[in-house]
């Protein structure tokens, strides 16, 4: 009986370990924590860019960019450097071209959206730039028959000029990080370059279009590894917003602002129009938001929303403020449906000349909102 007992109680024993042996191995076996994205890395930045400006007589542009990286933000300086002598040949016509220009400037580039995998995205870019240019040129044209023929007679003109050159661009861009610290990146956009005269006059054209590409390196640490991403708009970044709202006063007003959200709290800077009603203007303001409550998974958000607005003083008179509670619905990470319904008020007096100041409105209803809600992380 003893040898029985014995072997009876050594049988749930074993059974006992191994369900051990197992549960402790499965819960002490952590998932693994997913690597940061490849252009995720934070550090010092140098680029070159290679630009085609179109309508320009200096087509092919090089440039050097140093900065830093904070993420998906990019922010740094570039310059440009210019020191050329075009020679044509004589024979249908002769031009000769020297010149010497120098432009430097901010330039600022951010990745809007990211593949899954981190290696590809979409990225903008906004910069400016200020500097000087000294040109001289000749162009000789054969007028009255072929310079071949020795019939022709050339005329020559000679132009020179020298002073201040300024620059801006902006686009939007591919970047194929090949590894996790070197991107290469195509891109265009429009772009506008004016040399400025001693009078503050120009020749060139407001804009025209460039394509670019170029390579960015990273001097830094790789990025940490990050947790897998949460749903819900990121603590910090820039957003951007747009609406359609509605009231028993006015058929439709259109909205769109740019801001920034920090943690719970988005600030905007905003414009509306109005679309059928003739205020003759557009109302620019500032909306304040603050999130009041969030699900666990960041997925639905209740806010409240003030705005205050005027029109600009050489225009028809509007003054508007705005106060309504509303939802969010976090689809994606970044990207978030709006609704809003609430109180507004607008004064406005629509003019009719300058010896007649029209009539006085001031309104006060209700309203409803729907919108787009955009955030981009840093």
Same mark, same amino acid.
């Given at each position: $009986?003893?040898?029985?007992?014995?072997?009876?109680?050594?049988?749930?024993?074993?059974? +006992?370990?191994?369900?051990?042996?197992?549960?402790?191995?499965?819960?002490?076996?952590?998932?693994?924590?997913?690597?940061?994205?490849?252009?995720?890395?934070?550090?010092?930045?140098?680029?070159?860019?290679?630009?085609?400006?179109?309508?320009?007589?200096?087509?092919?542009?090089?440039?050097?960019?140093?900065?830093?990286?904070?993420?998906?933000?990019?922010?740094?300086?570039?310059?440009?450097?210019?020191?050329?002598?075009?020679? $044509?040949?004589?024979?249908?016509?002769?031009?000769?071209?020297?010149?010497?220009?120098?432009?430097?400037?901010?330039?600022?580039?951010? +990745?809007?959206?990211?593949?899954?995998?981190?290696?590809?995205?979409?990225?903008?870019?906004?910069?400016?730039?200020?500097?000087?240019?000294?040109?001289?040129?000749?162009?000789?044209?054969?007028?009255?028959?072929?310079?071949?023929?020795?019939?022709?007679?050339?005329?020559?003109?000679?132009?020179?000029?020298?002073?201040?050159?300024?620059?801006?661009?902006?686009?939007?861009?591919?970047?194929?990080?090949?590894?996790?610290?070197?991107?290469?990146?195509?891109?265009?956009?429009?772009?506008?370059?004016?040399?400025?005269?001693?009078?503050?006059?120009?020749?060139?054209?407001?804009?025209?279009?460039?394509?670019?590409?170029?390579?960015?390196?990273?001097?830094?640490?790789? +990025?940490?590894?990050?947790?897998?991403?949460?749903?819900?708009?990121?603590?910090?970044?820039?957003?951007?917003?747009?609406?359609?709202?509605?009231?028993?006063?006015?058929?439709?007003?259109?909205?769109?602002?740019?801001?920034?959200?920090?943690?719970?709290?988005?600030?905007?800077?905003?414009?509306?129009?109005?679309?059928?009603?003739?205020?003759?203007?557009?109302?620019?303001?500032?909306?304040?938001?603050?999130?009041?409550?969030?699900?666990?998974?960041?997925?639905?958000?209740?806010?409240?929303?003030?705005?205050?607005?005027?029109?600009?003083?050489?225009?028809?008179?509007?003054?508007?403020?705005?106060?309504?509670?509303?939802?969010?619905?976090?689809?994606?990470?970044?990207?978030?449906?709006? +609704?809003?319904?609430?109180?507004?008020?607008?004064?406005?007096?629509?003019?009719?000349?300058?010896?007649?100041?029209?009539?006085?409105?001031?309104?006060?209803?209700?309203?409803?909102?729907?919108?787009?809600?955009?955030?981009?992380?840093?």
């Amino acid at each position: $009986m003893l040898i029985q007992f014995v072997h009876r109680a050594k049988l749930p024993s074993v059974g +006992a370990a191994l369900a051990a042996f197992f549960v402790t191995t499965s819960l002490c076996a952590a998932e693994p924590t997913p690597p940061a994205p490849p252009g995720d890395a934070w550090g010092f930045v140098l680029g070159t860019n290679l630009s085609a400006v179109l309508l320009d007589d200096d087509v092919l542009r090089e440039e050097v960019m140093v900065g830093f990286k904070f993420g998906r933000l990019v922010l740094g300086v570039s310059g440009y450097y210019l020191d050329q002598d075009l020679e $044509m040949p004589r024979e249908f016509g002769h031009a000769h071209t020297k010149e010497k220009t120098f432009l430097v400037g901010p330039e600022a580039q951010v +990745a809007l959206v990211r593949s899954a995998n981190g290696r590809t995205e979409l990225i903008g870019m906004l910069g400016g730039a200020a500097g000087t240019w000294d040109r001289w040129s000749t162009k000789t044209d054969w007028v009255g028959g072929s310079p071949l023929g020795g019939t022709a007679t050339p005329v020559t003109t000679e132009e020179s000029g020298q002073g201040v050159r300024v620059r801006w661009h902006a686009g939007l861009g591919v970047r194929f990080w090949l590894l996790p610290r070197f991107g290469f990146h195509v891109a265009a956009g429009a772009l506008g370059d004016y040399r400025l005269k001693g009078s503050g006059t120009f020749d060139e054209l407001p804009a025209t279009g460039f394509f670019q590409a170029g390579f960015l390196g990273v001097a830094g640490a790789d +990025a940490a590894p990050k947790e897998p991403r949460r749903q819900g708009s990121p603590d910090i970044g820039f957003a951007i917003q747009s609406g359609i709202s509605t009231s028993p006063r006015a058929p439709f007003d259109a909205s769109l602002g740019l801001g920034v959200n920090l943690y719970r709290f988005l600030l905007v800077i905003a414009a509306e129009v109005p679309l059928l009603v003739n205020f003759g203007t557009v109302v620019p303001g500032i909306e304040l938001q603050g999130t009041a409550f969030r699900s666990a998974d960041r997925r639905v958000e209740f806010f409240g929303s003030g705005f205050i607005g005027s029109s600009l003083p050489s225009v028809n008179s509007a003054f508007r403020w705005k106060f309504a509670p509303g939802v969010r619905l976090w689809p994606r990470p970044d990207l978030a449906l709006t +609704a809003t319904v609430g109180v507004m008020r607008d004064e406005y007096r629509l003019l009719v000349d300058a010896s007649n100041p029209g009539e006085f409105h001031d309104h006060f209803t209700m309203f409803g909102r729907i919108g787009i809600l955009s955030v981009v992380g840093l």
